[in-house]
């Protein structure tokens, strides 16, 4: 969601949070609070950088939290994140950067806003207007989407 493309040969650093100014431009009025754990593909996310994840979301004292995730394992992430008791934890990501005119991640990031503030504790992911639990969801990189397993 976070990756900003330098040139035609897919050169990229992961750039700041766009959440924050998602969030400004729809004009949410409840309080919100934007950290950034970790700037790393996806793909390099590790055991040890998802336990720091899982860790930082145990510490945290809001109930309600989202997380902007690389599509490519979100799926592990939240399966770690199962662990986590007492807090609706929504993932939710973009198959292409937000940066990008033709993206997904506006759209997602609303849709798993309105998740987090209704549905009861556990872990979910949402994605492209549906909602998944990490046991039964997996990417099918093929047709782009994430689908029930």
Known sequence: ???VYFDALSEYQIGDPVVSDILKEAR???PFEVQSILKKDSLEISAEDRQQIVEHVKAEDCARILITHGTDTMVD????LEEV????IVLTGAMQPARFRNTDAIFNIGYAIAAAQHLPHGVYLA??????TPQSVQKN???GQFEWT
């Open 1 to 3: 969601m976070d990756k």
């Open 77 to 80: 992430t939240a399966r770690c």
């Open 28 to 30: 949410v009025r409840f």
């Open 127 to 132: 994605m492209n207007g549906q909602l998944f």
């Open 141 to 143: 990189r093929g047709a």
């Open 85 to 88: 008791p007492d807090k609706t």
